[in-house]
Structures are given as structure tokens and as C-alpha cells.
């Protein structure tokens, strides 16, 4: 009986030093740290609630970057988070029907900048009704199903800096008018269906601002999800077309007359699972630009997260190629998060990405220093450590 009495005591002491926002179920208690930095209702309203709030992340951190033969020492935002401030609300409207609204818009924390010149709002922008019943419909800028599962399934929620994932989905040396929309959309309509059993869909259109060449169509998608308590599996198809008004920076506006006609297909699969220590991930991402001599691309992404006590432990590799010969990629981000509370934390991250010989996709790509900038065959490696704080 001593051997069971210690080992009682053992897990008592345990539980007591375990914060009381653990619930000892690796998928949910991960997720439940990543909606913190979301806002409110970021995985769906509150049932019966009204309520408007006011939230935002502020993330900072020390990076150093070597690429190309040169190195950069700065400081960065939004390593692990997207330094944000944002408006969500909800009012309850009777027969389990919701309204709801999220205004969000992002900033450059090293100097208190807007991220966007072009849109205030440029993380969220939109309004909807949503019930058990008939489903969620939502109107505005916002992500497709197929871009909310991308960033799921990167247990770097697909950071801008700091993500292998991110880096590896590069269309821009697919060809003429190649062009996929994984992140936020502008004017676009989003339905999701309730639940049934374990499975549910979304389908997603967006128009383009400019609809005088090409088809009126910015994107079209439709997502497939699976559900229960350790597993999400999803499989999406999109089609994306360019458009004219889009900034010159953009790889598909070379030329804004015939581009914008050009559609590219694709294809996201994603999968979690629940292995109780910890939480594995897997993407596969296809990419097919329509114009003949184009290139396609695939890409491989596995990661896997780790709770222990106050630190969070991820790691993800991956691999692109395309069908130019010569054309592909590899890398890795490790990361660590040690939580102080449940809105303030401190991490670590350490990245990079090897080249082929005609690959030229870069990592931790810093805009304002355009650094360090694609090269055929060259590797970049990057390394930060920072602070991310929600309120």
C-alpha cells in the first residue's frame, strides 16, 4: 500500500503546481492557450450572451537573421502573435440566434506603426448571424475555411516571421499569374454549416475590388471538416484569380491586362491528432496556377506540441517541390513558450530554410530592410527570443 500512497501524493503535488488554466487534455489545453491570443469568440459565439469587448495582443522580440551572405539584428513584432487591437461583439437575438461582429487591425509594436497602409481594419472586418440550426453567415474581410484550417494546422498559426509553414506555401516563382489566397479576403461571403454528427463545411466567395478584367471572382473555396475530441481532419479546394488592383508587390500583377484571368487551383489537407503526451499535426498543400508553361508545387508540413507545466514545447518541418526540376525546399522552426500567466509569455524561436539549387524562397522576411531577400540555392537561418502579451 505505500507504493500507492506515494504515488497519490506524488500526483496531488502535481496537480497543485499545475496552473489552474491546464485541464490535462493536450489538444484542448494547447488550444486553449492559442485562443487567448484570438480574442473572444474566436472559436465561435457565446451561446446566449451579449457582450462587446475590447482585446489585443502586443508581441516584441530580439531577432538576428543570416541569409544571402549577410546578417541583420533587429527588433521584430508579432513573432509569435500579431501585435493587434480588435472589437468583437454579439448580441443574443432569441431562438438560439446570434449577431456577431469582429473589427481587428494590426501593428508593427517596434515602432507603432499600422501594418496596413491600405486598410485599417486589415486582420477582420466583418458581420454575421449564426445558430445551431441554420448554420454561420458571415459577410466582410475574413478568412476562408481553408485558410482558417491552414493556419490551425501549423502549430505556428502560420506567423509571418517564424513559420515553416509559411515560407514553404510561396506560389511566386510558379509562373504567370500564379496566385493562392490562405490569408484574410476582401469581399467575401462565408458559410458554415451546423454540425452533422462529426462533420461540417464551409463554402467561401470573395469578388474582386476591380472586376474590369477577368471574372468577377477573387476566390471560391469549399472546406470539408471531421471532428471529436482527438482528431480534426479537413480537405479543402479553392480557386484564386489575381486582381488588377492589387499593389504592384503582388507576384501575379506583372502584368494587370491579362493576369488577372489566370486561375490557380488548390488543394489543403490537415490533420490533428490527440496522442494524450502531446499533438501532432500534418498539411499536404498542392498548388496549380492554369497558364501553360507554369510550374505547380507541393508541400509537407508534420509538427508536434508539447504542454509540460508552463511551457510550451513545438517543432515543424517541411518540404516543398514543384515540377521544375531543381526547384525545392526544406526547413524547420523550433519554438518554446513558457507561460508566466495565461496572457503573458515569454519564447523562443529558431528557424531555417535550405534552398535547392534553383530554389529561391526565403524565411523571416523583414519588408521594411527587404531582408534577406530570396536566392537561388542560399539558406537563411533565424533566431529570436521575445514577449507576447494579451489583454
Not at 440566434?97 to 486598410?119: C, H, I, K, V, W
Not at 469578388?207 to 476566390?219: C, E, L, M, R
Not at 509538427?303 to 518541418?317: P, T, V, Y
Not at 530554410?353 to 536566392?375: E, I, M, R, V
Amino acid at each position: 500500500m505505500g507504493h500507492i500512497k506515494r504515488a497519490a501524493l506524488a500526483a496531488a503535488f502535481s496537480a497543485a503546481l499545475m496552473p489552474a488554466w491546464a485541464d490535462g487534455n493536450s489538444m484542448r489545453d494547447i488550444m486553449g492557450l492559442k485562443a487567448v491570443g484570438g480574442g473572444p469568440g474566436v472559436f465561435g459565439v457565446m451561446p446566449g450572451k451579449s457582450m462587446v469587448s475590447l482585446y489585443g495582443t502586443v508581441d516584441a522580440g530580439v531577432d538576428y537573421t543570416r541569409g544571402n551572405g549577410k546578417s541583420l539584428l533587429r527588433l521584430e513584432s508579432g513573432n509569435v502573435f500579431a501585435s493587434k487591437w480588435g472589437i468583437y461583439g454579439q448580441e443574443d437575438l432569441g431562438g438560439q440566434l446570434t449577431a456577431y461582429f469582429r473589427l481587428e487591425s494590426a501593428f508593427n509594436a517596434d515602432n507603432g506603426m499600422p501594418q496596413s497602409q491600405t486598410s485599417f481594419f486589415n486582420r477582420a472586418s466583418y458581420i454575421g448571424l449564426t445558430s445551431p440550426y441554420w448554420g454561420n453567415l458571415s459577410l466582410g474581410r475574413q478568412l476562408s475555411g481553408e485558410g482558417a484550417m491552414a493556419i490551425g494546422s501549423d502549430v505556428f498559426l502560420a506567423s509571418n516571421h517564424h513559420s515553416i509553414f509559411t515560407y514553404l506555401a510561396g506560389y511566386a516563382d510558379l509562373g504567370y499569374g500564379s496566385h493562392v489566397d490562405l490569408a484574410r479576403v476582401n469581399n467575401s461571403i462565408s458559410y458554415t454549416t451546423p454540425q452533422f454528427g462529426p462533420f461540417s463545411a464551409n463554402a467561401f466567395y470573395a469578388f474582386k475590388s476591380n472586376q474590369t478584367v477577368g471574372p468577377k471572382t477573387k476566390n471560391a473555396s469549399l472546406t470539408v471538416s471531421y471532428r471529436d475530441s482527438m482528431n480534426i481532419a479537413t480537405a479543402s479546394y479553392s480557386q484564386t484569380y489575381c486582381e488588377a488592383s492589387a499593389s504592384s508587390s503582388t507576384p501575379c500583377m506583372r502584368d494587370a491586362t491579362q493576369e488577372p484571368t489566370v486561375r490557380t487551383d488548390n488543394a489543403l489537407l490537415t490533420y490533428l491528432h490527440d496522442f494524450g503526451s502531446f499533438t501532432g499535426a500534418a498539411a499536404y498543400l498542392w498548388n496549380r496556377p492554369r497558364f501553360p508553361g507554369n510550374f505547380s508545387s507541393q508541400m509537407v508540413t508534420l509538427g508536434a506540441e508539447k504542454r509540460i507545466d508552463r511551457h510550451l514545447l513545438r517543432a515543424s518541418i517541411g518540404y516543398r517541390d514543384t515540377t521544375q526540376p531543381g526547384n525545392h525546399a526544406w526547413g524547420m522552426t523550433l519554438g518554446e513558450d513558457y507561460y508566466l500567466s495565461r496572457r503573458t509569455s515569454l519564447y523562443a524561436r529558431v528557424g531555417f530554410l535550405k534552398n535547392g539549387p534553383k530554389s529561391a524562397q526565403t524565411y523571416n522576411f523583414d519588408a521594411a530592410n527587404a531582408f534577406p531577400l530570396p536566392a537561388v540555392s542560399r539558406s537563411v537561418v533565424s533566431t529570436t527570443v521575445g514577449i507576447t502579451h494579451h489583454f
